[in-house]
């Protein structure tokens, strides 16, 4: 990275003027952070005895055996506190609010993952907290909304332009430039301004750092491929971090394909043709806009998947070749989401889903003495209205019915 | 630049002057036309019209609402272009772009400042790009003489005003408080001190903007700026009573 914020061509600070002097005092604190090994030890220390830390690291035997080539190893995120990745940044970000000593926090969120690690932390270190998330994905991320209120959290629905997550990042920088003194914005993934890509990446780097270790010790080597999903990309360069230096390993991202890339309905944008460079949400990246620069409407059935920016990090890893972008369609995410709750009783969120489709298509490619790693970001559990109505399931559908005409009745 | 040249022959002969604010095709470019001659015809002395964009994070409901519902429309960036030359073509006063960065990034920046020089737009005003960001668009600003209008905010060190002044051209934006457009402020003496700040700063004209909407703002910081600036209030008062309100509100104001 560069002394400004960039990552090859791509990154960067697009802030208003009001921001700039909070943005030099959280450049200052994560300088300070990050070269103080005693942060690094009070962070692990917070997630190994606040949450999961370690994550185990998940061999998949009868995934395995069903495909019949490399052995499939999954990183288990969704057994962190609050159920996905997302808690390890807001964690570290919570640290540093601390040392910066501001009593408000504001956040965005999407599947809702973000805004309840977001709205925990909240709760543990006394903060006021509100978050932003857009009208439809506060429609189909129910359950989460509910457990953010519980825990002491202000949700607000943003009914502005696609109604989902890039509405309520702009709907929180407006917070922010507002209340500027008093809060920190907790951005919930490796985009936006300087320093956030490069210090989300830091907190994420934990699972890499994990599973470079977990892997030489269960298979004794490291693994020929690792595949995560990538929604703004913290789970991807989360696990990425292990293994950016080894040119042996080679690493895949997984962006929404939707309806399929030539539907025009995905989120896609280092695969696929749709996308361009340029500026917006206060960072240099690849957007889904048209000609004018204009943003275009993303659609993926993950919440967390459906944007329409991407880490500028990932941009420049993508333009290095370093990383390999695909994508996995909403109907393939819903057949390999079936499939791994049967051979492996684990409910991978949506979003860390499509890695397992990519991953499933390429492991019989491979060598029986092969590893791979699969990055599952999140449980599949504040999914279950969608997933529910994906599967049409019958029974679930007379008990919400029932449900429903016995609150009508009071 | 010639901006500042015609901003400084208009405040030999006025104690403070007044900038208005209009969302290009909202809710049409027609209704644009009739606003802006109101303005001109009661005395506006500089006219910024907003390029819409579908991200204008530091907006508030009311200018948002407007980029929307303009693009919804159908406005496109050659409109706007279009119309900034049919305005600056007839009549007399400078009128500048405001947008944000990408419109200009995606257009292609030389071709943006020729386009502009050639439709005779005076000035820029972008807030989402600080001068460290735009190295070579603060180059292109100086080569085509369309001045990159700069913000101070009540947040801007002296030495970040300072470092803001030695890129700018034009007047200078001075946010009167924290937070986005079309929030009511406070002129108090907190304030005071800011303006007192950002006139140490530079050389360059003052504007005051957000949270303008009366004769009364206007007289609170007459003496103190040299333009104010009008945004979300005649875009509230087109909505609510039509363009030909207007006129009346404009010359009302001083
Ligand atoms: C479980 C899960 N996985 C992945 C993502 C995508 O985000 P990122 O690409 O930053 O990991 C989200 C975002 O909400 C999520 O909740």
Redesign the interface.
């Known amino acids: 990275m560069t002394q400004d914020g960039f990552f090859g061509r791509w990154g960067g600070a697009y802030i208003p003027e009001i921001l700039h002097e909070t943005f030099e005092q959280l450049k200052a604190s994560f300088r300070q952070a990050k070269a103080d090994p005693l942060f690094w030890q009070e962070y692990q220390n917070l997630m190994s005895t606040y949450s999961c830390r370690p994550t185990p690291l998940t061999y998949a035997e009868n995934l395995t055996r069903h495909f019949g080539g490399a052995k499939i190893y999954i990183k288990r995120e969704d057994l962190n506190h609050t159920g996905a990745h997302k808690a390890n940044n807001v964690m570290g970000q919570g640290l540093l609010v601390k040392r910066m000593g501001k009593k408000r926090v504001i956040a965005e969120t999407g599947a809702g993952q973000h805004g309840m690690a977001t709205a925990t932390m909240a709760a543990k270190f006394g903060l006021a907290c509100t978050i932003y998330m857009g009208e439809v994905d506060v429609q189909r991320q129910r359950p989460n909304v509910f457990w953010m209120e519980k825990m002491g959290a202000t949700v607000v629905p943003v009914k502005d332009g696609s109604r989902t997550l890039k509405d309520a990042i702009n709907e929180a920088f407006r917070d922010w430039v507002t209340n500027v003194d008093s809060t920190h914005y907790v951005l919930g993934t490796a985009c936006g301004p300087a320093p956030f890509p490069e210090m989300v990446s830091w907190f994420q780097s934990i699972i890499g750092l994990e599973a470079k270790e977990q892997i030489v010790t269960q298979h004794g080597k490291p693994p020929a491929r690792v595949y995560a999903c990538v929604g703004g990309g913290s789970n991807a360069m989360g696990v990425f971090q292990g293994f950016l230096d080894n040119k042996d390993v080679e690493l895949i991202g997984v962006e929404a394909g939707g309806k399929g890339l030539a539907s025009g309905l995905h989120a896609a944008r280092l695969c696929g043709k749709d996308a361009s460079p340029g500026v917006a949400q206060g960072y240099k990246t690849m957007f889904l806009q048209n000609n004018d620069g204009q943003m275009r409407e993303t659609h993926s059935v993950a919440a967390g998947l459906d944007y329409v920016g991407v880490s500028p990090i990932l941009s420049h890893l993508a333009e290095n070749g370093r990383v390999r972008f695909e994508s996995a369609t909403d109907d393939e995410v819903i057949a390999a989401l079936d499939l791994t709750m049967r051979m492996e009783g684990i409910i991978p969120a949506l979003e860390s889903t499509h890695a397992f489709v990519q991953a499933f298509k390429e492991a019989p490619k491979l060598g029986r003495d092969e590893a791979i790693i699969i990055n599952q970001s999140g449980r599949g559990d504040k999914d279950i209205f969608t997933i529910a109505h994906a599967f049409d399931d019958p029974s679930w559908k007379e008990f919400i019915i029932a449900r429903g005409r016995e609150y009508d009745k009071k | 630049m010639v901006l500042e040249k015609q901003l400084r022959e208009r405040l030999a002969t006025k104690k403070i002057l007044l900038m208005t604010h209009i969302v290009l095709g909202y809710p049409s470019f027609d209704v644009n036309r009739e606003v802006i001659a109101q303005m001109v015809a009661n005395g506006v002395d500089c006219i910024e019209m907003q390029i819409p964009?579908?991200?204008?994070?530091?907006d508030?409901p009311v200018i948002?609402?407007a980029n929307?519902d303009s693009?919804a429309a159908g406005t496109?960036?050659a409109d706007c272009m279009a119309f900034g030359a049919e305005m600056s073509k007839q009549y007399d006063i400078p009128f500048l772009f405001m947008t944000?960065?990408?419109?200009a990034?995606?257009?292609g920046e030389e071709k943006f400042f020729q386009n502009c020089r050639t439709a005779g737009i005076k000035g820029l005003i972008i807030?989402?790009?600080?001068p460290?960001?735009g190295v070579e668009f603060f180059r292109l600003a100086r080569e085509y003489q369309v001045a990159p209008v700069?913000?101070?905010?009540?947040?801007?060190?002296d030495a970040?005003m300072a470092e803001?002044n030695s890129s700018a051209a034009g007047f200078i934006y001075c946010?009167a408080r924290?937070?986005?457009t079309g929030k009511q402020s406070d002129f108090g003496e907190g304030f005071t001190t800011y303006l007192a700040r950002c006139r140490a700063a530079t050389k360059l004209p003052l504007a005051v903007g957000f949270g303008i909407r009366n004769s009364e703002d206007v007289a609170a910081i007459t003496g103190k700026a040299d333009i104010a600036v009008i945004g979300s209030e005649t875009i509230r008062l087109v909505d609510r009573e039509g363009p030909q309100a207007v006129g009346p509100f404009i010359a009302g104001l001083r």
Do not use: C, H, W
């Open positions: 964009f579908s991200e204008p994070m530091a508030g948002l609402k929307q693009l496109t960036v944000y960065y990408n419109i990034f995606k257009y807030p989402d790009l600080p460290e960001m700069l913000i101070f905010a009540p947040t801007s060190t970040r803001l946010v924290r937070g986005v």
